[in-house]
């Protein structure tokens, strides 16, 4: 089983920046597409962004050219670096592998106008 645990979200005013990490309990990141997704309220979750196992990244439109996708393979880590942040990023970020189709629990982001 891994273990996927999301940090870094909380409360910014629009255009502001985040950093979201996602810890995994094995070496899943090095070997694996790693993925965020986001769901706001009231809709379905949505994919936002991933890095595949040769470090190839990919973007939703949204969140092209704000968004950078990265892994930090000796911390077991992937980071979701979001800048220009708007009210429409708001929701709950997930962190995903498909290996034993993984997610983690959350975390949540607020931005405010």
């Known amino acids: 089983q891994v273990q996927l645990v999301e940090s870094g979200g909380g409360l910014v005013q629009a255009g502001g920046s985040l950093r979201l990490s996602c810890a995994a309990s094995t070496g899943i990141v090095s070997i694996s597409t790693m993925s965020w997704y986001r769901q706001a309220p009231g809709k379905q979750r949505e994919w936002v962004a991933q890095?595949?196992?040769?470090?190839?990244?990919d973007y939703a439109a949204s969140v092209r050219d704000r968004f950078t996708i990265s892994r930090d393979h000796a911390k077991n880590t992937v980071y979701l670096q979001m800048n220009t942040l708007n009210p429409e990023d708001t929701g709950v970020y997930y962190c995903?592998?498909?290996?034993?189709?993984?997610w983690g629990q959350g975390t949540q982001v607020t931005v405010s106008s």
């Open positions: 890095i595949s196992s040769d470090s190839i990244a």
């Open positions: 995903h592998t498909p290996y034993l189709d993984s």
